[in-house]
């Protein structure tokens, strides 16, 4: 582990090559079996819930049915978790070609919402954790496998395929500082 400012960072986020490769794990980490949806800040539900009418034009009916049952999260402050359906697909999943899509994501790209997705989504599969300050580490699922094969091949680094993601988590000098230690620590590895 190592310590960036107020910034607690696992090794692994700094050493790891990953590009991620939807055509082959399908969107797995929009719909990952567990029952709990993708981790959102509070400062994300309203901005969720504006965004909702947007992205629920690109669902089912079925998901549409579910969100307007259900609500787009569940939780409470400092807990919050976007709804699944049958304790897999997060409720804003639409299929395209067998693909999980995010429709929070394709409204924003549509120009149709100013709000991305969650920074837990855009951040995948990087996450934040909070002991007493933010501690960045790599989780690993198997449902990622292709994005770590790619990213061996093609020496794509993690961070890099995180970039903006980072950026919008932590701010573009502390992502640069991040980077310059991940080369650093690469050459020291190199001598």
Not at 78 to 94: M, R, S, Y
Not at 100 to 119: D, I
Request: hydrophobic letters at 35%.
């Amino acid at each position: 582990m190592i310590s960036l400012d107020h910034l607690l960072i696992d090794e692994t986020v700094l050493s790891a090559r990953f590009a991620c490769d939807v055509h082959r794990c399908k969107g797995a980490c929009c719909t990952l079996p567990g029952g709990a949806g993708a981790p959102v800040l509070d400062k994300e539900v309203e901005l969720i819930q504006s965004a909702q009418p947007a992205a629920e034009k690109y669902l089912s009916e079925a998901s549409k049915k579910v969100l307007h049952e259900k609500g787009p999260l569940e939780g409470h402050a400092g807990d919050w978790t976007t709804v699944c359906i049958d304790d897999k697909d997060c409720v804003f999943v639409a299929y395209e070609q067998n693909v999980a899509v995010c429709t929070l994501e394709k409204a924003w790209h549509a120009g149709e919402s100013t709000f991305r997705k969650p920074l837990s989504c855009h951040l995948f599969p990087i996450r934040i954790a909070d002991f007493g300050g933010p501690y960045i580490f790599y989780e690993q699922f198997e449902e990622c496998k292709p994005g770590r094969q790619r990213g061996e091949r093609s020496n794509v680094k993690l961070i890099e395929t995180v970039r903006e993601a980072l950026i919008r988590a932590v701010g573009e000098d502390m992502y640069n500082r991040i980077v310059q230690l991940s080369l650093k620590r690469r050459q020291e590895k190199t001598q």
